[in-house]
């Protein structure tokens, strides 16, 4: 039998919208999850609210993470991975994000790409080579690109989620003094962790890309 939900259903989005359930409790006061012997009904009715929050969050996190940090600031991989150089700023927050492909990979794949009437890179190289029958007819490759897929989907949402709700944990320690301490440290510590999850999201954002070209540019050509 088939199970109608993928690894990203579970952990992508159950996982950020229990965060989300345990901010509002914190700040809120609303609704009692922690400490709480749930019955079957009430299990069965947080699982569900879990997951329509975790696919609400994943709508902010992808505007703010991918159209806004990516797509303004940091760059996509399919074009940072064929820069002659890194930037110099970014280059040393974001080491790792930023490395390119070795220089003959880049002049291999941007030839291929070139005697099939693809120019350059960005958008239209990226869809080339993601739709290429090299790509799709390698079935291990696909198999690895869904797990990327998986992974930095389930790191993109809940980033977003330990940030925001970290924040929201320390401004409300400011009308709580009998536990300000405390919710400073939880706060914070959330705060931390989604930075830490960014690093992680970007990491497997560029391997999507990494091997989507490299698997391109080794491919043997199709005899005709």
Same mark, same amino acid.
Request: proline residues 6%.
């Given at each position: ?54 696919? @609400? ?5 992808? +505007? #703010? *993470?991918? /159209?806004?940090? %990516?797509?303004?600031? !940091? ?51 990226? @869809? ?5 029958? +090299? #790509? *799709?007819? /390698?079935?291990? %490759?696909?198999?690895? !690109? ?51 999850? @960014? ?12 091997? %989507? ?12």
């Amino acid at each position: 039998m088939n199970i109608p939900f993928s690894p990203y259903d579970f952990f992508g989005y159950l996982a950020a919208g229990f965060l989300i359930l345990i901010g509002m409790e914190f700040t809120l006061g609303f609704p009692p999850v922690l400490g709480r012997n749930l019955t079957i009904v009430e299990s069965a009715a947080l699982l569900m609210a879990m997951y329509v929050i975790g696919q @609400l969050v994943a709508t902010p996190a992808k +505007a #703010v *993470l991918e /159209d806004i940090l %990516l797509g303004r600031i !940091l760059g996509r991989p399919n074009v940072n991975l064929f820069l002659d150089r890194k930037p110099r700023i970014l280059g040393l927050i974001f080491p790792g994000f930023f490395t390119p492909l070795p220089m003959q990979t880049r002049q291999k794949c941007l030839a291929k790409a070139e005697s099939e009437g693809v120019k350059g890179t960005g958008e239209d190289l990226f @869809l080339h080579v993601r739709y290429s029958p +090299a #790509v *799709l007819q /390698d079935a291990k %490759l696909m198999d690895r !690109l869904s797990s990327f897929l998986n992974l930095y989907g389930f790191n993109r949402n809940l980033c977003f989620t330990a940030i925001v709700v970290g924040m929201a944990i320390v401004v409300a320690a400011a009308w709580t003094p009998s536990r300000q301490a405390e919710f400073i440290r939880y706060g914070t510590t959330l705060i931390a962790t989604g930075m830490l999850l @960014l690093y992680r999201y970007l990491k497997f954002l560029r391997q999507y890309s990494y091997e %989507l070209f490299n698997t391109y540019t080794r491919a043997e050509p199709r005899h005709k």
